[in-house]
């Protein structure tokens, strides 16, 4: 997640930048309208989004706006323009000229990490819908099942329980796809053991028992599903017009511990998101973390 802040006084971008990183994103800056320019060339569009002052030298925020909003390298960008309260009246053009929110100085920490949030959720919303549309049709092509799709039941920290016990068992398998471009996130998919040998008896046909299978085998098998899964995910997400590239995996699968200690031991706490997918026997659980 890349968050551009556009304003040429330091210290509200200093505030802005404390926001962002708390939030686990990167945090790009420009202290007018032409040096922002320049930021998002290089860094070839691939900003989630700007945050910007309305009076700057050089090129003001409205200059600006209206400038990548006509540009299409930029223009799907959100943005959110930031005025004083004696400035109201400016945010009916700024709205007009294509920005999707804005906020009013002085504003708290709460108040930036909404209007943050406001904006990038439907971005996320998108993400995860095409992510689980392709594991869907994935799940389905193998079990040939209906699926059933439900939250957690859990509250975050009986997960965390949860899933500290069952790691320590070893009894958790995972795949991770990881997605990059407009939106960073890492897609967790977790199966118990049992679901994980029935999954891949079946992915490879084999006329072994679930229970017969070697863990080695169920370990390459959670991998190849997770391949297999990218290859749907990048269709999905081709025709949904979301400029992203996605790979599996980065580690082999196996597990979960070492991911589950990276996500929740961090000192930044990732965006996630959570769906519980079941096709007949096999049960997995997804979670999409947003970095």
Not at 90 to 100: E, L, P
């Amino acid at each position: 997640m890349k968050i551009l802040s556009v304003d040429d006084v330091s210290m509200i971008r200093q505030i802005i930048k404390k926001a962002v990183e708390n939030m686990g994103g990167v945090f790009l800056e420009a202290s007018d309208g032409i040096e922002a320019l320049s930021v998002l060339e290089k860094n070839e569009g691939k900003v989630d989004l700007i945050l910007c002052d309305w009076n700057m030298p050089k090129m003001d925020g409205f200059h600006f706006l209206k400038n990548i909003k006509t540009d299409p390298r930029y223009r799907r960008i959100p943005v959110v323009m930031v005025t004083t309260a004696n400035e109201k009246d400016k945010i009916i053009q700024a709205v007009q000229a294509g920005a999707n929110n804005y906020l009013i100085k002085p504003f708290t920490d709460q108040q930036l990490t909404n209007k943050i949030m406001d904006c990038l959720n439907p971005k996320h919303k998108r993400l995860e819908i095409c992510i689980l549309d392709a594991l869907k049709n994935v799940l389905k092509l193998i079990t040939r099942d209906e699926l059933s799709i439900t939250e957690p039941p859990q509250n975050q920290e009986q997960a965390k329980e949860a899933a500290a016990m069952t790691s320590r068992q070893g009894q958790f398998f995972n795949g991770q796809l990881f997605v990059f471009g407009e939106m960073n996130a890492v897609v967790l998919l977790t199966l118990d053991k049992q679901s994980a040998a029935k999954l891949v008896s079946q992915l490879n046909n084999s006329q072994s028992a679930p229970d017969q299978i070697w863990e080695e085998e169920i370990v390459a098998g959670v991998a190849k599903f997770s391949y297999t899964l990218v290859e749907n995910a990048k269709i999905i997400l081709d025709k949904a017009e979301i400029n992203v590239q996605v790979k599996a995996p980065l580690t082999i699968a196996g597990y979960i511990s070492d991911t589950h200690n990276l996500l929740f031991n961090s000192s930044k706490t990732p965006f996630m998101t959570s769906k519980v997918i079941q096709a007949g026997e096999i049960i997995i659980n997804q979670k999409i973390f947003f970095i």
